[in-house]
């Protein structure tokens, strides 16, 4: 019996644009899918090819078993990025997706290879602060569950409310929570890419401070935006998001790829 093809951790649309001058991947958050930018292709200009990052057990990798380590999904990750260096590219994570797409660059940048144009990231603390306390990871079923949704709000209705899809659901939850929880930011020399760093104004957990300090991270320039929303404004908000990368990639980056400036001047925007 021939070997199956393992399947790709990244997924493209179906109708890639022939302009496309840079590409944009899309991290998704705990317990998310790449179907959480399925509307990003549309919302961003020819000249961006929005790639969803598609990690174990979930969309078509739903029957591999999710890694539960921020590190290990990194070096996955980043050894399937050779084959799209052809061109700039740059990350959006959301959440613990932000996360993983920071130890992704890390990795690509200790490895020689490639680094990201820009680093945007959304509902995230910046990576070397603590970790959220208390840990939910160890929690039995319905405790964690209750407390993932009631720090969070980031279970659909239409999961919550099914006890089989709840049940299918639940270990990929369980092992993206652990990858969270038991992160360590180990202290490398800040990017050398620009971050902008997105929080939204009714979040309860990530607040403006704890993502101004993502600024540390960088050696190039740092955008703060709060945009309306909680911690879930990718949702609510993804016009006003989509834009704001969009204007940073097609304005800032793509027209300065050959910038000398290090510096960082810290910008704080209110959309």
């Not at 061109?87 to 993983?100: D, E, K, T």
């Not at 992704?104 to 990201?116: I, S, T, Y």
């Not at 993932?148 to 369980?174: C, K, N, W």
Request: proline share 8%; aromatic share 10%.
């Amino acid at each position: 019996m021939p070997q199956r093809k393992p399947i790709s951790c990244f997924l493209r649309p179906r109708h890639k644009s022939p302009h496309a001058e840079a590409r944009l991947f899309c991290f998704p958050h705990a317990g998310g899918a790449p179907s959480a930018f399925f509307g990003w292709p549309e919302a961003m200009s020819p000249e961006v090819e929005v790639i969803w990052v598609q990690q174990p057990g979930r969309g078509a990798r739903f029957s591999e078993e999710p890694y539960t380590g921020v590190q290990a999904t990194a070096d996955e990750i980043a050894a399937g990025l050779n084959m799209y260096a052809d061109a700039p590219f740059a990350f959006y994570g959301h959440s613990l997706g932000a996360v993983i797409a920071f130890e992704v660059a890390r990795k690509l940048r200790r490895d020689g290879n490639r680094m990201p144009c820009h680093l945007f990231v959304g509902a995230a603390r910046a990576p070397h602060l603590e970790r959220i306390q208390p840990s939910l990871r160890n929690l039995s079923d319905e405790v964690f569950l209750n407390a993932v949704h009631t720090r969070y709000a980031g279970i659909p209705a239409a999961v919550s409310d099914e006890p089989e899809l709840m049940q299918l659901f639940l270990p990929l939850l369980r092992a993206d929570f652990t990858a969270y929880e038991t992160y360590t930011c180990v202290e490398e020399p800040p990017l050398s890419c620009p971050i902008t760093a997105f929080t939204g104004s009714e979040d309860p957990i990530v607040k403006l401070d704890a993502v101004q300090q993502w600024a540390s991270h960088t050696n190039e320039k740092f955008t703060a935006h709060v945009l309306p929303g909680d911690h879930f404004f990718l949702n609510a908000n993804s016009a006003l998001l989509t834009k704001k990368i969009r204007e940073a990639l097609l304005i800032f980056d793509l027209n300065h790829s050959h910038r000398t400036d290090k510096s960082h001047p810290f910008e704080e925007a209110r959309a």
